[in-house]
């Protein structure tokens, strides 16, 4: 690119700046850090006001081990006389309980493991370190366990060994991320179980299962895989249920991490993402059908019933369910130690609201007249109230930052949009304040001047967009004359707005189905109003049978566990279907692949084996999961094609494009594949209609936001696939697996 003069270049890299920083903000918003931890541990209180207490009469363990067993993606209407006998007939029969718990989003791995243990409630870039987990400083039940002298044992998930290194006797870990083993990942834990059964030299034992969560990345909830693994788990429950002595106190506890929504994968805030069972067996207990607890209730829960001190950044509260077998006065004083554990995060307020109860608890202890029943539901109902409104405060987004941020992106658009003539130097000097300020309230968060202005955070784009009004009014009549044009623009502008709803960001396709449909519908109102020949009218009306087709391809959002045509090709009997998509799919990548290089006919035959070689991989992956061999050749292939059209055709771009389409046929699922041709159709026929950059790139974007969608993705991480990472690897490897996600 040439540029005219030093200001064009000037304004270039300006935008590049205020573009990073727009990005910035908007994490910084988005992405809230925990700024506060609690030092001091509240140990059990010897006293209740005036009253004296002998805390290690009132306050000991309950249970002298622990059994974690510790299913991923353990939906809670899995566990049923169906997939989970023994364990269903042991609650029936009440040997045990089961209680139903949340687990509030992100609904992925490593967060949930650390609300289970710490009682805490993850942050949103927790999702970002459950790739790259790191040891937990934060206070936790194995931490209050090691300085009890507490012996742990651990076998399963690596994350628990990263998240807490040094800190078990005994330990094995499996990868999480390999999600093509769903075998040997439970193989290699449950091996362990018999010989750790005889080994009286622990007090907790930790065992996490990944085969289920596997299983549902690839096929999803209702293959018939998930009904022989959750038997498989159900027998190893009944294996150490059966073999442990009741005498001696051991309680199993069966709980899963996270769900499984209905299209498989995990991540969002579905029900089906974040209800999980919390069972007990070898304790006595009662069950609760009617009520949710919260999953951060795990970790005071296990600390009560093993004589520990609560985690000091725990905000869940002790079950009463679990407090069956305790009398009066232990029962309140687990109660009360679990409310000076609460108070503590904020004692000026919080205090005052336990205020009541503690005066009618001390009563209770002096004289004894006063309603059991009446302490208890007190107790109860402010322990909840305390505990949601901690939750809601550990996880709530900067607003101001974030209004800040879709402000700077409207204002990015406008001046990438406006056309150079209508560049003034007021232009640069404004959003270089702007920037200036932005930067200042970063550096300075807290300082009380920026922390006044963040209350008016409207002020600084609304003045900004008063100050550029007849640069504004200009860049409207030009567009005017363009409607196409204009509509990209307004509704790119509508879009952006739009994220300061969560719904219309959950619900984010059914914004692009709309916009592209509008955006085509007005494309043949204006082509028969302008009287054009009728191969541009069916051009538009083919974009918008398109659209309506393929977004019933993969559904997305609240529609994800309804029925739709990729869930109808990938049914065993439909299978000559899914072959006719795949194969047609797969005919036109090979159509375009020849006519990138159309006088090169080595490189369209080494395309075209290629494409049977993928066709091979294919099939052998319904009868073997991890068809490794044919992947492997495609991609080599795919590598061999790269090289040799650079070299000969020193084109970057037609190169990247042979690359995409090939490994992309690849790693996308078989009837997705159909998609790759959609996309290239579609782009000719935008090409053929409109000839300005401006128009072609917002027409692009919106092209490639529906079909991103159609293909099953949304904002929701539950959506992610992560199955093609794992194409040719027989083993984890984080670096291609995460290249090719």
């Not at 003069?5 to 270039?12: F, G, K, P, Q």
């Not at 306050?59 to 023994?86: N, T």
């Not at 949601?388 to 996880?395: A, G, R, T, V």
């Amino acid at each position: 690119m040439k540029f005219k003069n030093s200001t064009n270049l000037t304004l270039i890299i300006f935008w590049y700046v205020f573009a990073v920083t727009e990005v910035a903000l908007f994490l910084y918003g988005f992405f809230p850090v925990k700024s506060k931890t609690y030092n001091n541990v509240i140990h059990p209180p010897s006293h209740i006001n005036n009253v004296s207490l002998n805390s290690s009469h009132y306050y000991q363990p309950e249970v002298s081990r622990v059994i974690l067993i510790v299913i991923d993606a353990l939906r809670r209407d899995f566990v049923s006389e169906k997939y989970m006998p023994y364990l269903h007939s042991s609650v029936q029969e009440e040997r045990g309980c089961i209680l139903t718990t949340r687990a509030e989003s992100p609904t992925v791995t490593m967060p949930r493991i650390k609300a289970m243990t710490t009682g805490s409630v993850p942050q949103f870039i927790d999702i970002i370190l459950n790739f790259a987990s790191s040891e937990i400083t934060e206070d936790s039940i194995l931490h209050q366990a090691n300085n009890a002298g507490k012996k742990m044992v651990f076998y399963g998930d690596d994350t628990w060994l990263k998240l807490y290194p040094n800190m078990f006797l005994r330990s094995e870990g499996t990868t999480s991320f390999f999600v093509s083993d769903y075998t040997e990942v439970d193989n290699n834990v449950t091996r362990h179980v018999s010989k750790e059964l005889s080994n009286k030299d622990w007090d907790i034992l930790f065992l996490h299962y990944l085969g289920l969560d596997h299983i549902g990345h690839i096929y999803g909830p209702f293959n018939p895989l998930i009904e022989t693994k959750l038997k498989e788990m159900d027998s190893i429950i009944e294996q150490i249920h059966t073999s442990i002595n009741t005498d001696d106190k051991t309680v199993i506890v069966v709980c899963g991490d996270h769900g499984m929504r209905d299209s498989g994968g995990h991540g969002g805030s579905s029900k089906e993402e974040t209800l999980v069972p919390l069972a007990f067996l070898g304790l006595a207990c009662t069950s609760s059908d009617s009520e949710v607890s919260a999953q951060i209730d795990i970790a005071p829960t296990l600390a009560a019933l093993m004589g520990l001190s609560l985690p000091i950044d725990s905000v869940g509260r002790v079950l009463p369910e679990l407090l069956v077998s305790y009398s009066v006065h232990r029962h309140l004083y687990v109660r009360h130690y679990n409310a000076l554990n609460l108070i503590q995060k904020d004692p000026t307020t919080y205090l005052e609201i336990f205020k009541d109860v503690f005066a009618l608890h001390e009563q209770f202890l002096r004289n004894g007249i006063v309603s059991l029943s009446d302490i208890v539901m007190q107790y109860d109902k402010k322990l909840v109230e305390i505990s949601e409104i901690l939750i809601k405060s550990s996880s709530t987004q900067n607003i101001s930052f974030l209004y800040l941020s879709c402000s700077a992106l409207c204002i990015i658009l406008l001046a990438v949009m406006m056309p150079a003539k209508q560049y003034q130097y007021y232009w640069l000097s404004i959003y270089f304040i702007t920037l200036i300020l932005i930067i200042t309230v970063l550096a300075y968060p807290d300082h009380y001047i920026f922390s006044q202005i963040s209350k008016f955070y409207c002020i600084v784009p609304i003045s900004i967009c008063l100050y550029t009004l007849p640069n504004l009014i200009v860049l409207l009549r030009e567009f005017a004359a363009f409607p196409i044009l204009f509509f990209l623009i307004g509704g790119s502008v509508v879009r952006i707005i739009s994220f300061a709803s969560t719904s219309s960001i959950e619900e984010e396709h059914q914004t692009w189905y709309f916009l592209w449909g509008s955006l085509t519908i007005l494309g043949v109102y204006e082509e028969m109003n302008a009287k054009s020949s009728w191969d541009r009218i069916i051009v538009w009306i083919l974009l918008f049978a398109g659209l309506r087709v393929f977004r019933h391809w993969n559904y997305v959002g609240k529609w994800a566990g309804l029925s739709d045509v990729g869930d109808w090709l990938n049914i065993q009997d439909n299978w000559m279907s899914l072959a006719a998509v795949f194969l047609i799919g797969l005919l036109g990548v090979a159509c375009y692949c020849s006519t990138i290089h159309k006088n090169d006919k080595t490189i369209s035959l080494l395309s075209i084996f290629t494409i049977l070689v993928i066709f091979w991989y294919r099939t052998e992956l319904q009868y073997n999961n991890q068809s490794v061999v044919p992947a492997n050749i495609a991609t080599t292939f795919i590598l061999f094609i790269s090289s040799i059209s650079y070299l000969r055709h020193r084109n970057v771009v037609k190169t990247l494009l042979l690359v995409w389409i090939l490994w992309s046929s690849l790693l996308m699922r078989s009837h997705n594949i159909m998609l790759i041709p959609v996309c290239v159709a579609a782009s000719k026929m935008l090409r053929k209609l409109c000839s300005s950059v401006k128009c072609l790139t917002l027409m692009h974007i919106w092209l490639a936001m529906v079909l991103f969608h159609c293909q099953g993705f949304c904002n929701s991480l539950a959506s992610i696939d992560i199955s093609p990472g794992y194409v040719g690897l027989s083993d984890y490897s984080p670096l291609l697996t995460s290249f090719q996600v």
